[in-house]
């Protein structure tokens, strides 16, 4: 009951670091957020959470910069404003030690660049697909609204209440579930789920959600790269790999599933299972 304390305050920091990530985030505000003492919190943060709080906010921080030079054209000096930079020359430093390239050739020439050339030449054997039948699986689960590139947010709520219930497994495993096409719905109003696969004799407590990924023929493409990078690879698995596949798409929503931890891996070598349902042959 203890811990499940703790998270909770710290659940409420993670909240309000989401919801003003652009702004100025002080420590002292934190603590009051998490109710805890200024001079103990960000221990018990670090202990909990296995980074610190500055590393969070300069992760998420560089995360949505990184959103915005693959997926779009704002200028790099507003990239690096909303991102609380000083200078466009502090950014760029900061990215490239984070992304291991500057803004400007991670914008050109970044993971998402073969994807692009791909999808424009219609090139649907530029990248390696794999057709395989998976089980069901049963997942512990936390519903996300809004962009799917903050699906991190859920997936921070739903390890936290993993925690909190005594249910975390020995060795998780990271997943999210899709269910709308962001070049149609608006993005505050996307729908997806932060998963856990979790064993069938485990009982879910609220706010916990109980869901099954769908057993069944799917098409995996492994995408090495940072996760705002991802847009393009969807674009190609859809509408240029699909089309001549032979196969169709099944009336289910696509998983990701995350093969390392983006607390500890560089963005540049985090690896992500990409699953689109197939109806079978």
């Known amino acids: 009951m203890a811990q499940s304390r703790y998270e909770a305050r710290l659940d409420r920091v993670i909240d309000y670091i989401h919801a003003h990530i652009e702004e100025d985030l002080r420590f002292e ?32 921080r560089l995360l949505r910069a990184a959103d915005r030079l693959a997926n779009s054209e704002m200028p790099l000096a507003s990239v ?4 609380r930079y000083g200078s466009t020359d502090a950014f760029a430093h900061a ?8 803004p400007m050739a991670y914008r050109a020439n970044g993971s998402h660049a073969a994807f692009k050339v791909a999808n424009r030449e219609g090139d649907s054997n530029g990248f390696p697909i794999f057709v395989e039948t998976l089980p069901s699986i049963r997942c512990a689960a936390v519903a996300h609204q809004g962009p799917y590139i903050q699906i991190d947010h ?16 020995s060795e998780p495993r990271m997943m999210a579930l899709f269910f709308d096409d962001p070049d149609l719905v608006p993005q505050n109003q996307l729908r997806s789920q932060a998963c856990l696969p979790i064993s069938e004799d485990i009982a879910l407590a609220p706010p916990l959600l109980d869901t099954v990924l769908r057993g069944g023929c799917y098409a995996r493409l492994r995408y090495k790269g940072p996760y705002a990078d991802m847009k393009n690879a969807y674009r190609w ?3 240029v790999w ?33 699953h689109l349902p197939l109806k079978a042959l």
């Not at 018990?44 to 500055?54: K, L, N, Q, S, W």
């Not at 990215?95 to 500057?102: D, P, Q, R, S, V």
């Open 95 to 102: 990215f490239k030690e984070a992304y291991g390239m500057t």
């Open 237 to 239: 698995l859809f509408g």
């Open 29 to 60: 505000t934190l603590a009051e957020i998490a109710c805890l003492s200024a001079y103990h919190w960000h221990r018990i943060y670090v202990a909990m959470r296995g980074e610190t709080i500055a590393a969070t906010i300069r992760r998420l």
């Open 242 to 274: 699909l089309p001549s596949s032979g196969y169709e798409a099944e009336e289910a929503p696509a998983f990701e599933a995350y093969l390392n931890d983006p607390r500890d891996t560089s963005p540049q070598d985090l690896l992500t299972d990409i």
């Open 154 to 169: 859920a997936m921070g709520q739903l390890f936290s209440q993993l925690l909190a219930q005594g249910l975390m497994p």
């Open 80 to 83: 690096a404003q909303r991102a």
